[in-house]
């Protein structure tokens, strides 16, 4: 359930929202909020994949006893 939660959590509070923004507002976007946007996606995406990867090891770790 950990792992469920930090793969959705990051990807809807922080992923889908820059994406989002990306996608709408193409055409008036700065370049500097263009960068934001991906880098804050980038660093999301890392991280999401981090901290699945830990609850998994975690879950497995537990079920092996």
């Known amino acids: ?3 469920l939660g930090n793969f959705t959590s990051i990807l ?5 929202p820059c994406s989002i923004h990306m996608i709408f ?4 976007l700065s370049p500097v909020f263009k960068t ?6 980038i660093i999301s995406f890392i991280t999401m994949v981090v901290c ?4 998994v090891v975690n ?6 006893g």
Do not use: E, G, H, P
């Open 59 to 64: 879950l497995v770790k537990k079920l092996k």
């Open 25 to 28: 507002f193409k055409k008036t």
């Open 36 to 41: 934001v946007d991906v880098v804050v996606i």
């Open 1 to 3: 359930l950990m792992a």
């Open 52 to 55: 699945t990867s830990v609850s």
């Open 12 to 16: 809807v509070a922080t992923i889908l």
